[in-house]
């Protein structure tokens, strides 16, 4: 099985813009498409990013997701935060065994 | 509009039993594979188990092999996980979630909470 690791938090102002990353252990993170969810409080999981960098339609194009071969990691990147983007941010890959893996989440706070 | 209502949780003690339900609607049901996540209380969210469409492919993750068992009934839209020999350790809160594409877990149901204890 593989491990993709987040950080355990991440703080920025409104209006600037961050970037999350998930790096991947055992196996190459160009491989098998990546996640990205975030989830406010009290509320489910939403997807922002698909296939690495594919925003759904209700998704602002503030949302981006990039992947990074070199570093084997992926990246989640904010711009222009809002205070409603304040959440936890999840990624999510799967291997060829059908095996699915969550990152261990990341916690936005917009100050 | 795509609906997942999750039910069956509750207080159970360590050793026991429960079959959690999600009940599916707005979508093809038998078109997609479905997936079980939940999330320990405070704690991050953990892939349980996935079924493909009709039920002939199923996945786990490995600290529930053996343990947990994921169906589906399409004729009545609604996927399950029967959990037994529960343990502390799955205490959470469990969701229902639709896949599309590659593993991308486009709706996911409100959650039932599962509560293991004495």
């Known amino acids: 099985n593989f491990m993709l690791t987040q950080p355990h938090s991440v703080s920025e102002s409104p209006g600037k813009t961050i970037s999350i990353s998930c790096t991947r252990s055992?196996?190459?993170?160009?491989?098998?498409?990546v996640q990205w969810y975030q989830q406010r409080p009290g509320s489910s999981p939403t997807t922002v990013i698909h296939?690495?960098?594919?925003?759904p339609s209700r998704v602002p194009d503030r949302f981006s997701g990039s992947i990074d071969s070199s570093s084997n990691s992926a990246s989640l990147t904010i711009s222009g935060l809002k205070t409603e983007d304040e959440a936890d941010y999840y990624c999510?890959?799967?291997?060829?065994?059908?095996?699915?893996?969550f990152g261990g989440g990341t916690k936005l706070t917009v100050l | 509009e795509v609906q997942l209502v999750e039910s069956g949780g509750g207080l159970v003690q360590p050793g026991g039993s429960l079959r959690l339900s999600c009940a599916a609607s707005?979508?093809?049901?038998?078109?997609?594979?479905m997936s079980w996540v939940r999330q320990a209380p405070g704690k991050g969210l953990e892939w349980v188990a996935n079924?493909?469409?009709?039920?002939?492919?199923?996945f786990y993750v490995d600290s529930v092999k053996g343990r947990f068992s994921i169906s589906r009934d399409n004729a009545r839209n609604s996927v399950h996980l029967q959990m037994s020999t529960l343990r502390a350790e799955d205490t959470a809160v469990y969701y229902c979630?639709?896949?599309?594409?590659?593993?991308?877990?486009?709706?996911w149901g409100q959650g039932t909470l599962v509560t293991v204890s004495s």
């Open positions: 979630a639709r896949i599309t594409g590659w593993y991308n877990n486009d709706y």
């Open positions: 707005g979508f093809t049901f038998s078109s997609y594979w």
């Open positions: 079924i493909k469409q009709d039920g002939s492919e199923k």
């Open positions: 055992g196996g190459s993170i160009a491989s098998n498409y």
């Open positions: 296939d690495h960098n594919q925003r």
């Open positions: 999510q890959s799967y291997d060829s065994s059908n095996y699915v893996v």
